[in-house]
């Protein structure tokens, strides 16, 4: 797979027209998609005709930042005309009137939208196989998950279908499906990407970002992606410099932050990925740096009694009377309960479930204010640790990718995927993953987690690895 | 912890969500094997503090004012069922 950088070279000078590239990528996607089940809606004429235009504009050397690079969306994201299913039988038939900002940014800069991509139903899943359009298969092995909850974003890459990928990160969505699928992906600091046109999971944590299989590609992205949106107003006024800080980082002086209860629980492979990732670092001149992190396993409580009355909250919308699913019913509670028993898959269910009986009255002050104590807590444990090192390393999931179906009817083992992720959406800090490792054909992400706004420093030290550095292999 | 069923079907109707027997059957033995994995919250040493600001944002506020949608045809185009402009729901009872 040629690397991004030199694709858009390609591109830049003519010698590949996006319309040939585009081509190429379909040919891929029809060779592929049958088996892996990425994409729930192909857009192929736009592709073709946006492709068009962008051969244009390259020769008269408008090519904006992607030259015709070729995006696939993940289908939480609107794109006016085109269906937007949330992987849902709610949303099956909903065609939004209006386009997200995010998608509206890589359009405007020559990126060609190839489809909309498989995903947990809701984003509510670790393995892509909530989906209402079943499960996302694995790029490097069929039988196994894609990982989630943007499956159709990580799967989509690595098997060559598209350049790249918008997903969204609410407790790992980005990170998870891209270290399963031996991609990079990063979940930016919270506030950089506008949530505008993003179907909420829980707003506090939510942040979109990109899947790619290099470096580079984020970096590419989130120049384009990154910036304050007067429709999201918790975006913020900064600018943060990815493709021009790319090859900046210098591992001497650099503190990496460790600590064993990082790789509790983890695989074995895993665990060895993640020690010759650390090596190679501080073979390069990085120090590593024992931080102190005891209640980091705890954050899977305080972060799933977060996301239940946020999400419970944001899905009070889908109700069947303006757009989505209906039910019939001779009155109008019997209308909207009917659509939303029908409309919803069993873990968006229990998680709206959930989420009330949080909420209720009676348990004022048991669950969630605890949490939000906890999780200022835990706030506070890792401010003191990046007051120690500039980044914390860790695996990204402590698990290899697992065989389809093996924890589907077991949520509380699924959740344990995401106990590396969710600290950095609980602290609305930046966090990459990348292929640190290779356990026969399935791969082995390795996290890098700094503080807010580190997000550039994170993506200069995964272009790092990929130059000076190898993966580990079994 | 949600101790039976009839406690289940209250919270699934503030939920408006229909449940069909077998997804309570299902759900109940669910639901408190997770409430009793989020128990742990309770040991983890908090702080007396409920604030978590994701961003250095300050609150800001925009007017309020209307403008119009550039294509409300799209909107209309998305109810499940209507007459002429109009949507249709059942009665409010």
């Known amino acids: 797979m040629p690397m991004i950088e030199e694709l858009v070279g390609r591109m830049r000078n003519g010698e590949l027209l996006p319309s040939e590239h585009l081509e190429e990528k379909i040919s ?189 590609g984020v970096a590419l992205a989130m120049d384009v992606l990154q910036g304050y949106d007067p429709r999201d107003r918790t975006t913020v006024r900064r600018r943060l410099e990815f493709v021009a800080t790319i090859d900046a980082f210098n591992p001497d002086g650099i503190k990496i932050g460790f600590s064993d209860v990082l790789l509790a629980g983890a695989d074995g492979p895993v665990r060895r990925a993640v020690i010759h990732t650390l090596k190679f670092f501080e073979k390069k001149g990085a120090e590593v740096v024992d931080v102190d992190l005891p209640d980091v396993r705890k954050v899977l ?13 944001a899905m009070q919308k ?52 605890l949490a939000l104590k ?78 807010r706004y580190s997000d550039p420093l994170l993506v200069s030290a995964v272009r790092f690895f990929e130059k000076e550095g190898r993966p580990w292999c079994a | 912890m949600v101790d039976s069923r009839d406690e289940l079907l209250h919270v699934a109707k503030l939920a408006r969500i229909t449940l069909s027997d077998d997804e309570v059957q299902e759900l109940l033995p669910q639901l408190n094997k997770i409430l009793d994995f989020l128990e742990v919250v309770r040991s983890i040493p908090s702080v007396d503090d409920t604030a978590v600001f994701a961003t250095e944002n300050e609150n800001e506020y925009r007017e309020d004012t209307v403008r119009p949608f550039d294509d409300p045809d799209a909107i209309l185009s998305q109810f499940p069922e209507k007459k002429g402009r109009y949507l249709k729901v059942p009665p409010n009872l």
């Not at chain 1, 409580?301 to 909250?313: D, I, K, M, N, Q």
């Open chain 1, 301 to 313: 409580p305080v972060y799933y009694l977060v996301v239940y009355p946020e999400f419970a909250s």
């Open chain 1, 28 to 216: 891929v996607l029809e060779e592929r998609d049958h088996e892996l089940n990425a994409f729930i809606t192909k857009t192929l004429e736009l592709a073709r005709e946006q492709a068009k235009r962008v051969d244009r504009l390259v020769r008269d050397g408008k090519g904006g930042k992607f030259y015709g690079l070729v995006w696939g969306i993940k289908d939480n994201f609107a794109l006016k005309g085109v269906p937007m299913t949330c992987a849902s039988k709610m949303l099956e038939n909903y065609v939004p009137p209006y386009t997200a900002t995010a998608v509206e940014r890589i359009i405007d800069n020559n990126g060609v939208i190839l489809g909309k991509l498989n995903m947990d139903e809701f984003a509510c899943g670790s393995s892509g196989e909530t989906s209402y359009f079943g499960p996302t298969r694995n790029a490097h092995d069929p039988e196994r998950v894609a990982g989630g909850s943007s499956s159709g974003a990580g799967a989509a890459v690595a098997a060559g279908m598209v350049d790249l990928a918008l997903a969204s990160d609410t407790g790992g969505s980005i990170r998870n499906p891209a270290s399963f699928n031996g991609v990079v992906g990063l979940k930016p600091s919270y506030g950089m990407v506008s949530r505008y046109g993003l179907a909420d999971l829980a707003m506090s944590l939510d942040v979109p970002g990109p899947i790619a299989p290099d470096a580079y």
């Open chain 1, 318 to 369: 889908y109700d069947g009377i303006l757009y989505g699913h209906r039910a019939g019913g001779s009155t109008l509670q019997e209308l909207v309960s009917r659509s939303r028993g029908e409309g919803f898959g069993k873990e968006v269910k229990r998680r709206i479930i959930l989420g009330t009986y949080v909420s209720l009255a009676e348990n004022a002050g048991k669950w969630y204010t």
């Open chain 1, 374 to 451: 906890a999780r200022k807590a835990l706030q506070e444990m890792f401010n003191r640790a990046f007051q120690q090192v500039d980044v914390i390393l860790s695996p990204t999931v402590p698990n290899l990718p697992f065989p389809i179906g093996e924890r589907i009817d077991d949520p509380v083992k699924m959740y344990m995927s995401d106990v590396l992720t969710v600290p950095a959406n609980l602290l609305g800090v930046p966090a990459v993953t990348f292929p640190g490792g290779w356990e026969g054909r399935l791969p082995i992400g390795v996290q890098l987690m700094g503080p």
